[in-house]
């Protein structure tokens, strides 16, 4: 079955960076149209980005626009969100997840399946 492994969370000073990574594994990874999202303590989970099949595609939310970077490598299966520039409230648990639907998928009700999250950490 599809499987996500998030990983590279952790604590960071304001202004700092990080680089998420998530692994994909049980079926073609290629043809899954890829998304990040957040859940901050208290809140709601929220779209950060999404990433099409091929990589050409990349849609942000309006609070990282500028900031973070999604990128795909095919052949490794993998998904990777750069993040620069970090604010305290980037605090969140992080997922990936994959999505059948494309090239640009923000709806978390669209995405078939998620990863257990990251924690990335944002003091001041």
């Known amino acids: 079955q599809v499987r996500l492994v998030e990983s590279g969370g952790g604590l960071v000073q304001s202004g700092g960076a990080l680089r998420l990574s998530c692994a994909f594994s049980?079926?073609?990874?290629?043809?899954?149209?890829m998304g990040w999202f957040r859940q901050a303590p208290g809140k709601e989970r929220e779209f950060v980005t999404t990433i099409s099949w091929s990589g050409a595609n990349t849609y942000y939310a309006d609070s990282v626009k500028g900031r973070f970077t999604a990128s795909r490598d095919n052949a490794e299966n993998m998904v990777y969100l750069q993040m620069n520039s970090l604010k305290p409230e980037d605090t969140a648990v992080y997922y990936c997840?994959?999505?059948?639907?494309?090239?640009?998928?923000?709806?978390?009700?669209?995405?078939?399946?998620w990863g257990q999250g990251t924690q990335v950490t944002v003091f001041s």
């Open positions: 997840a994959a999505s059948f639907r494309g090239p640009i998928v923000i709806r978390q009700t669209d995405y078939d399946f």
């Open positions: 049980g079926t073609t990874f290629a043809q899954f149209t």
